[in-house]
């Protein structure tokens, strides 16, 4: 674990004059959340280093915690006065007199999930800027054709210090690589992207154990290729196979989403009050899982000081939880999942996915493709939408092939996926065996922005309408 440094210099009697102040008005609980986050990114165009910056964020969010109410405030001096000032605005959510007393603070053990061998934060430019050239020039040595190259590694570590009014403190450092790779092919007029990324809270060691930057280079080049000779997606209903690894960020909007216990205590979800019930095929298992090694969505503790956890959402098909925060999960009376995630310290704690997976199935891959008749099978997506409310969703793949009679015919573009989440759910007719998480690319931006895993194993599902160009049989 990489040795936590101290950038706050604030010790248990300033912290227990913190909450007194922030619990001064009838709160019922508070935490203060500590942040010192040093980000640098570099970005190469055209063979330019186009972009360099050093970004340093510090500073100090209150939270004040009355029923299910929240106050929250924050200041980027961690100052005595600046955090009292912050305890006092945080503390008009209530009003009245205080009855909680001071408490003690106890340091709580976790298990390390990040363990890094050489930090990518504090790693000398030259290194970082032969990284970036090696992918860009692999990416135009795969094809003439490739037009355009951008690079770009971001790099950030973060000292994170937490402290509750229950009497908790917790102190974590976190670090983060993302290497990203896009590039251009254009052939009589047709130009098509291709992208590939990837990284995660590891270090250098990520382009010897698990992909190169000249890899990179020559996999985005590779999809924008195939682009090039794709054909038009047909239209219609069809059956859908989705690929493992980067296809579960479907898993993670259409699905993971709606888990999430703020929209089950609105009221909002298509899962409200079906605990219990059947929801999805008996294959379906859907797992949330903040411990996976290094990967991008995991986190030691969450940022409300509760250690992180796995937690099973369904079980073959059967509704059995949600994603808490602290304050959902007073109201339903069950433990904190460690979910409560946020952006920075600039923002308050709200139920969010860490690493969001379906769990293994039985099936071979190879056998999955040959029992399909004609579909689509997806390797990889953009992005889309969803209404929570219902689970309609609309998504973007970005490489996809038409699949006839159990084989791969070709490569297909300009379409989309439409659907919804419940229903398609229970139409999951085969569960690969080849479980995969993606390599650290995902962010998710529900309000705030923070840093998930998805994964999934290969699955079938039996219809869905696809959005095509052409008028399918």
């Given amino acids: 674990m990489l040795p936590y440094k101290d950038h706050f210099d604030v010790d248990e009697g300033t912290t227990q004059k913190i909450f007194s102040f922030a619990l001064s008005r009838g709160g019922s609980f508070c935490d203060l ?24 964020a510090h500073g100090m969010g209150i939270r004040v915690v009355k029923g299910e109410g929240t106050g929250y405030a924050y200041t980027e001096e961690t100052t005595f006065e600046k955090m009292k000032e912050a305890a006092l605005t945080a503390s008009a959510i209530s009003e009245g007199k205080s009855n909680v007393g001071p408490v003690a603070l106890a340091g709580v053990s976790f298990v390390n999930r990040y363990p890094i ?47 509750t009014s229950d009497g908790r403190i917790l102190r974590d450092m976190r670090p983060m690589l993302r290497f990203v790779v896009n590039v251009v092919a254009e052939m009589n007029g047709n130009r098509q992207v291709g992208t590939s990324s990837g990284g995660g809270r590891i270090g250098n060691e990520y382009f010897t154990t698990r992909m190169s930057p000249a890899e990179h280079g020559r996999e985005a080049a ?20 989705l690929s493992h690894a980067e296809s579960g960020v479907l898993l993670h909007e259409t699905v993971g989403h709606p888990l999430e216990a703020d929209f089950i205590r609105k009221g909002t979800s298509a899962y409200t009050n079906r605990i219990g019930h059947r929801v999805a095929s008996d294959l379906v298992t859907v797992i949330d899982n903040g411990t996976i090694p290094n990967d991008r969505g995991s986190i030691n503790f969450d940022d409300e000081g509760t250690v992180t956890s796995s937690t099973i959402l369904i079980e073959k098909g059967i509704l059995r939880g949600f994603m808490h925060d602290r304050i959902s999960a007073a109201l339903f009376a069950v433990p904190p999942t460690g979910n409560g995630r946020r952006e920075s310290y600039k923002h308050p704690p709200a139920p969010r996915m860490t690493v969001t997976y379906l769990a293994n199935g039985e099936s071979d891959p190879e056998e999955i493709l040959r029992s399909t008749r004609r579909g689509i099978f997806c390797k990889s997506f953009r992005g889309g ?34 659907g919804n989440g419940p229903d398609v759910l229970s139409k999951v007719t085969m569960v690969g065996n080849d479980l995969q998480i993606s390599d650290g690319r995902w962010t998710c931006g529900k309000g705030q922005h923070v840093p998930v895993g998805v994964g999934l194993p ?10 095509g160009s052409e008028i399918g049989p």
């Fill in 33 to 56: 959340f500590f942040e010192h986050t040093i980000l640098n990114q570099i970005t190469m165009e055209e063979g330019i280093v186009k972009q360099g910056e050093l970004v340093i």
């Fill in 222 to 241: 590779r999809q924008a290729i195939l682009l090039l000779g794709a054909i038009d997606a047909p239209a219609g209903p069809m059956e859908l196979i």
């Fill in 458 to 467: 290969t699955i079938k599902i039996s219809e869905i309408t696809v959005g």
């Fill in 385 to 418: 939408e969803v209404d929570i409310s219902n689970g309609d969703f609309v998504f973007v793949p970005v490489e996809a092939y038409l699949v006839e009679n159990g084989r791969i015919e070709a490569p297909v573009k300009n379409l989309t996926i439409i």
């Fill in 117 to 163: 061998g050489e930090p990518t934060t504090g790693t000398p430019l030259k290194r970082k800027i032969a990284w970036i050239e090696d992918a860009e020039r692999a990416a135009r040595e795969f094809d003439p054709r490739i037009v355009k190259v951008s690079v770009s590694i971001a790099d950030d570590l973060s000292a994170v210090q937490i402290a």
